[in-house]
């Protein structure tokens, strides 16, 4: 299972780890050791029962990850193996032996190009919270809030709060100018500008999701890395890639003082502050000030 699109590929996991009755372990595999890597998967035992291992990020452990492949044929048959990686190098053998010998389930992150799927699924959430959820809302939410499925859900969830089988409004639960807001406090942090990165935060602390922001922020730094990788026109790219034109237009004069390599240190930080807030329990808000500080610092 491979894909930057954590929250679905998080539900995948999930589904398939429910299925099974069996024990579940779970390890990191950027931390993991050769001897934790073997005892888990090579047990042998006449009298064992099934397991499922699911490792994350394996590919994040060079060593491990290169000696894959002369391994996986030796794990014992009782037990299930599942390799989750956010973004592994595609360029390395043990990727492509992996494309020929295992099933590959792929979750990339939505953008404008989703349009259609995005609102099937908003629907289907609704639904299954019993929500009222119009084509013209839901619609309004993906404007509003954008594609990253985690703020959607958030968004959904704080929605459902406001009670089952009611009419609902975005109104007092997303800003119509929280993009903006978002933008404010990515364009401060660029700017080395400290009191306005944490005057901008408290701010949007008093009304907005933290997912959601983490979102609208992970969106336009991608934008802003899309930017330092190519001279193309901003209406060039937007029609290539799904991305808005406008948002494009704001960042592009980031993108050419900034440069490609500092613009792809900041979005590889936020990848990683986004692997460590969906898969442990932590103080969004606080992530997000850590990150930002440090983009304002370098």
Same mark, same amino acid.
């Given at each position: 299972?491979? *894909?930057? #699109?954590?929250? !679905? =590929?998080?539900?995948? /996991?999930?589904? %398939?780890?429910? &299925?099974?009755?069996?024990?579940?372990?779970?390890?990191?595999?950027?931390?993991?050791?050769?001897?934790?890597?073997?005892?888990?998967?090579?047990?042998?035992?006449?009298?064992?029962?099934?397991?499922?291992?699911?490792?994350?990020?394996?590919?994040?452990?060079?060593?491990?990850?290169?000696?894959?492949?002369?391994?996986?044929?030796?794990?014992?048959?009782?037990?299930?193996?599942?390799?989750?990686?956010?973004?592994?190098?595609?360029?390395?053998?043990?990727?492509?032996?992996?494309?020929?010998?295992?099933?590959?389930?792929?979750?990339?992150?939505?953008?404008?190009?989703?349009?259609?799927?995005?609102?099937?699924?908003?629907?289907?959430?609704?639904?299954?919270?019993?929500?009222?959820?119009?084509?013209?809302?839901?619609?309004?939410?993906?404007?509003?809030? *954008?594609? #990253?499925?985690? !703020? =959607?859900?958030?968004? /959904?969830?704080? %929605?459902?709060? &406001?009670?089952?089988?009611?009419?609902?409004?975005?109104?007092?639960?997303?800003?119509?100018?929280?993009?903006?807001?978002?933008?404010?406090?990515?364009?401060?942090?660029?700017?080395?500008?400290?009191?306005?990165?944490?005057?901008?935060?408290?701010?949007?602390?008093?009304?907005?999701?933290?997912?959601?922001?983490?979102?609208?922020?992970?969106?336009?730094?991608?934008?802003?890395?899309?930017?330092?990788?190519?001279?193309?026109?901003?209406?060039?790219?937007?029609?290539?890639?799904?991305?808005?034109?406008?948002?494009?237009?704001?960042?592009?004069?980031?993108?050419?003082?900034?440069?490609?390599?500092?613009?792809?240190?900041?979005?590889?930080?936020?990848a990683e502050a986004d692997r460590v807030i969906k898969s442990s329990d932590v103080d969004v808000w606080a992530v997000l000030?850590?990150?930002?500080?440090?983009?304002?610092?370098?």
């Amino acid at each position: 299972m491979i *894909g930057e #699109n954590s929250f !679905a =590929l998080e539900q995948r /996991l999930s589904e %398939l780890v429910s &299925r099974v009755a069996q024990q579940v372990e779970i390890f990191e595999g950027a931390s993991m050791t050769r001897e934790q890597l073997l005892s888990s998967t090579m047990a042998q035992s006449l009298f064992a029962d099934e397991r499922t291992i699911v490792v994350k990020n394996l590919s994040e452990n060079a060593e491990l990850w290169g000696e894959l492949p002369s391994w996986l044929g030796s794990i014992a048959e009782h037990i299930h193996l599942i390799l989750v990686e956010t973004k592994p190098d595609k360029r390395t053998s043990t990727y492509k032996w992996l494309q020929k010998h295992t099933d590959i389930e792929q979750f990339e992150p939505w953008t404008s190009r989703n349009h259609s799927e995005a609102l099937e699924w908003l629907r289907k959430q609704a639904t299954d919270q019993q929500l009222k959820l119009d084509n013209k809302l839901a619609q309004e939410l993906l404007q509003r809030v *954008g594609y #990253n499925q985690w !703020a =959607l859900y958030h968004t /959904l969830e704080k %929605l459902a709060l &406001r009670g089952q089988n009611s009419t609902l409004t975005l109104d007092d639960i997303i800003d119509s100018s929280t993009q903006d807001s978002v933008f404010e406090l990515l364009q401060a942090a660029l700017d080395g500008d400290t009191p306005t990165v944490l005057s901008t935060i408290e701010r949007l602390k008093q009304t907005e999701d933290p997912y959601a922001v983490f979102g609208l922020l992970a969106s336009q730094v991608t934008q802003l890395a899309v930017l330092s990788t190519t001279d193309q026109p901003t209406a060039q790219i937007a029609s290539e890639t799904g991305l808005h034109p406008y948002s494009l237009q704001k960042l592009k004069s980031y993108s050419k003082r900034m440069g490609r390599e500092a613009i792809s240190g900041i979005a590889k930080r936020l990848a990683e502050a986004d692997r460590v807030i969906k898969s442990s329990d932590v103080d969004v808000w606080a992530v997000l000030e850590q990150q930002l500080l440090h983009i304002a610092h370098q």
